[in-house]
């Protein structure tokens, strides 16, 4: 068994900031890919971000030098501070990590609007 808790979402105005995060636990060993995804209404699923556990990071283009993930191997959690956010920012965001298979949170939605 695999549980991820997400934390961090809530309504913030645009240009403010907001930090997600998620902790893994479980069966969960070593974990290959932390990484966010998003989901907006009427829209597919979209990655946001993801970091493997050498560092590497992939960033969508819609997110790069506003959000900024990492994680914390000990912990086995990771985050995403999101900074200058905009109402297009707005969806539900999603915690996934890579082991053998994949393992997804429940989602933690984020408004962004004044």
């Known amino acids: 068994q695999v549980q991820l808790v997400e934390s961090g979402g809530g309504l913030v105005q645009p240009g403010g900031s907001l930090r997600l995060s998620c902790a893994a636990s479980g069966s969960i060993g070593s974990i290959y890919r932390m990484g966010w995804y998003r989901q907006a209404p009427g829209k597919q699923r979209e990655l946001v971000a993801h970091v493997t556990s050498g560092g590497s990071t992939n960033y969508a283009d819609s997110v790069k030098g506003r959000f900024t993930i990492s994680r914390d191997n000990a912990k086995s959690t990771v985050y995403l501070q999101m900074d200058s956010l905009k109402p297009e920012d707005t969806a539900v965001y999603y915690c996934?990590?890579?082991?053998?298979?994949?393992?997804w949170g429940q989602g933690t939605q984020v408004t962004v609007s004044s």
């Open positions: 996934n990590i890579l082991i053998i298979r994949q393992y």
